[in-house]
């Protein structure tokens, strides 16, 4: 039972024992003043329910503080002594009332997901462009979420949440669990990623599938498996047909990007030991049988994901000396200050990086780096500032915002439906590098970043690269917060391109229009660097190149 | 019990005390608009008064709510003090007389007084910019006319505190420490359901609302005015259920006070 009505409880049984004794008490002392006491059992349940919400298995003892109102409105003893006895039992009553009841303070999740529902289905900008079919989710999630009811399961919860966000491809649609956001999703993929192997299968460029975060003393690192051994069959099927139930749990708004990460999500796909063969030294192919061991899959997959997604070890905004003739500069969001922020003016940032410019030109350096990677976005006006420094001068286009109706509050479209194209933003060039630039992006460069690499791709001396495109979700976030402190967030403000379709996020299609410059092969080269070596393939590529 | 309500009218008009607070409050509110949209502008663009109401009409229905207290401690202990109440029941009015003779105006002119502070701020701004099409003035009417319900009972109840404590000072203090203490709570201050008459009144004035945004273009907020019927008809019953318990309390205390 909860803290306040335990003490609810406590205090009504306190107070009925005094006004029992008040009773015989006021009427010695013949004084009307004290039936004002019998009010207090009143004021003091209605300030408890106030803090604690109303419940209907406590009703027993909000109704034993009213009964105690009839030694206020009544100055015979023998009703006041009756009324305090029964108010007394009442809210005895309410404790194996609320301990029996499956009902009691039970959270409704299933209205948090109609009131989240009914805002998504109203204001998220990409329902057309991206096909959603809002009956058909509501068909199929409503029943969860009252299935979550029934078993006041939060982590059940969010494993429901996680998997109707990601039928959105799209980055910027998201559940956040109350508390602990990190431990409360970590938990999560522990229950639903399946077991630990002792590796993890990732499928290379060339369409193989190799073994990768070989844990040393594992079963299979003993039966000679090692960072880069292809793996050719997993439980009797193929590594590229493993069952990949676990995609469900993650949100692509790109389909190349889904199918780079896969194999690697779904490698605790089994039971609790699995068959996998694969190619020895020799080239041989041999099987073993592979015990589930203690941990859950999900810890090797974050290691494993750190690994091939990790960007430069420093803080965010730190420059870094990686050679004689190149720095690179770490941009873990698009966000700087906090003075910043407020103001949305990054004019500091500017003359920071422009100072940076200076000293390496005066030590002869010609190469920057931007290491984007799990870049989490922020701010466009952040964008602007730093692709001003390294655009030739000049205008050049950003994207364009669509046409708002006041009246009617929302978007304007035109009779087929599109978007009605309004301003053309754009932001002025600079030219204060005449060096070569790469910007190094993953899967989880998103919003902002995707427009970092929407704006900078088409600038000469610039390069972006990674193992995968950027995220591919630019459009604005709104967000809905439900009484327990969950929440989502959405696309809720449109962003067009030059065309008048909504700037970077995928179609039906599932292709996002944000294609980096070059896609960095992830082979055996990357496998052994990466994973035996410990060291950033993706930044050797980018000196190389 | 109509000479009393008569008397009690004409004692309204003489009131310095409640007359005062009702133009400070209007004087305070009208000064906060002038500080937040004096120039007419606000952060994402022209200010009207559908635009101030949906923005501010929780935290304009605070003030107001300090005329309640006020008004009705003095219109009710005031006269407990001068012993008016005593020589009513004295000449030969009885006390059902004397109590409701006395709620009655209290209910309605503290009623109608708040509701129109509450609404000062919106008429001002409209006065000079205009309604807008932020909200529509029918969801605002339907909220404004809502919060009579919590406003009768709170009035109802602290009529029941006045009847007890008779001392107009002394209600004033317990209602302002009262409303403050509670006010600070956040969980009381957002609690949905109509338990206190204040969170009630918190959530019809609290408008929920949605936005957009361009890269270059102001935030666009979008009201949501409509408020659920369901919920509209428990605050109005529950208020009643309040108000009348309320009532009744207060006037059996009344019935066998000794009046000391």
Known sequence: ?545 | MKNIIRSQLFQLKKDKISIFTFIAIAVVELLLVYMMYGTNKTYDGVITGGEEVARTLSMFALLPQFFMYIFTAQSIGADFKDKTCNYEIMSGHTRLQVFFGRAIPTIIVSALGTIILVAIPGIAITAIYGWGNTISVADYIVRLLLMIFPVIRITCEFILFSFIIRNPYVIMGLSYVGFMVLGINESILHNYTPVLGFTTINNISTIDFWYTYGLDTDIRYIYETAMPTGDIVSIIVVSLLFAAAALYLGYMFFKNDDMH
């Not at chain 1, 004794?21 to 329910?49: D, H, S």
């Not at chain 1, 462009?129 to 059940?156: A, C, S, T």
């Open chain 1, 1 to 545: 039972m909860e803290y306040y009505d335990i003490l609810l409880i406590i205090l009504q049984i306190v107070f009925s024992g005094v006004l029992f004794w008040l009773g015989g008490f006021a009427e010695k002392r013949k004084n009307p003043k004290w039936r004002v006491c019998y009010l207090v059992p009143v004021i003091v349940t209605l300030i408890i329910i106030a803090i604690n919400n109303f419940e209907i298995n406590m009703l027993g003892a909000y109704i034993g503080s009213a009964v105690c109102l009839a030694g206020f409105v009544k100055e015979s003893v023998k009703i006041r002594r009756i009324s305090s006895v029964i108010a007394a039992v009442l809210a005895a009553v309410s404790i194996p009332v609320c301990l029996l009841s499956g009902s009691y303070r039970i959270y409704d999740y299933a209205r948090d997901f109609k009131n989240a529902f009914d805002h998504m289905k109203k204001y998220y900008v990409l329902s057309e462009h991206k096909g959603i079919d809002w009956d058909g989710l509501y068909n199929e999630f409503l029943p969860r979420f009252e299935e979550v009811n029934r078993l006041q399961d939060e982590m059940e919860n969010t494993i429901v949440w996680t998997e109707f966000c990601a039928r959105f491809n799209d980055g910027h649609v998201g559940f956040v669990p109350s508390g602990d956001y990190e431990l409360a999703m970590t938990e999560m993929y522990d229950k639903v990623l399946g077991n630990d192997y002792g590796f993890a299968p990732m499928t290379l460029s060339d369409g193989r599938t190799v073994a990768v975060n070989v844990g040393a003393d594992t079963e299979a690192y003993n039966a000679g498996i090692r960072n880069g051994t292809v793996i050719t069959g997993w439980d009797g099927v193929a590594p590229e047909n493993i069952d990949d139930e676990a995609m469900k749990y993650f949100t692509f708004a790109d389909k190349d990007n889904k199918e780079f990460y896969r194999t690697l999500i779904c490698g605790g796909t089994g039971g609790d030991s699995i068959t996998v063969t694969f190619l020895d030294e020799s080239g041989n192919e041999k099987s073993v049988a592979l015990q589930k061991i203690g941990a859950y899959y999900s810890g090797r997959l974050k290691d494993a994901m750190k690994a091939v997604n990790g960007g430069i070890e420093t803080g965010h905004l730190m420059w870094e000396e990686i050679d004689e003739n190149t720095s690179a500069l770490r941009l873990k969001m698009m966000m700087s200050d906090s003075k910043s922020m407020k103001s949305d003016n990054y004019d500091s940032l500017s003359w920071s990086i422009e100072c940076k410019i200076e000293e390496m030109k005066e030590s002869g350096k010609n190469h920057i780096i931007l290491d984007m990677r799990d870049n989490a976005g922020g701010s466009d006006e952040m964008v602007k500032a730093i692709a001003s420094i390294f655009a030739s001068e000049g205008e050049h286009y950003y994207c364009t915002d669509p046409v708002w109706d006041y009246m009617k509050k929302c978007y304007v479209t035109d009779e087929n439906g599109n978007f009605v194209k309004g301003t053309d933003n754009y932001y002025t060039g600079r030219q204060l590098w005449d060096g070569k630039v790469t910007i190094l992006v993953n899967a989880n460069s998103v919003s902002a970043a995707d427009h970092t690499v929407l704006v900078m791709k088409e600038l000469e001396n610039v390069t972006i690269m990674g193992f995968t495109e950027s995220n591919g979700s630019a459009q604005g976030v709104g967000s809905v917060v439900f009484r327990n402190e969950a929440g989502i967030s959405f696309s809720g403000s449109l962003l067009l391109d030059e065309n008048g379709k909504p700037s970077v996020d995928s179609g039906a299609d599932y292709e996002s229009g944000n294609d980096v410059d070059v896609i960095v092969p992830f082979d055996e080269e990357a496998v052994r660097v990466i994973f035996d070596e410990g060291e950033d393939y993706l930044l050797q590529k980018a000196l190389e190149y």
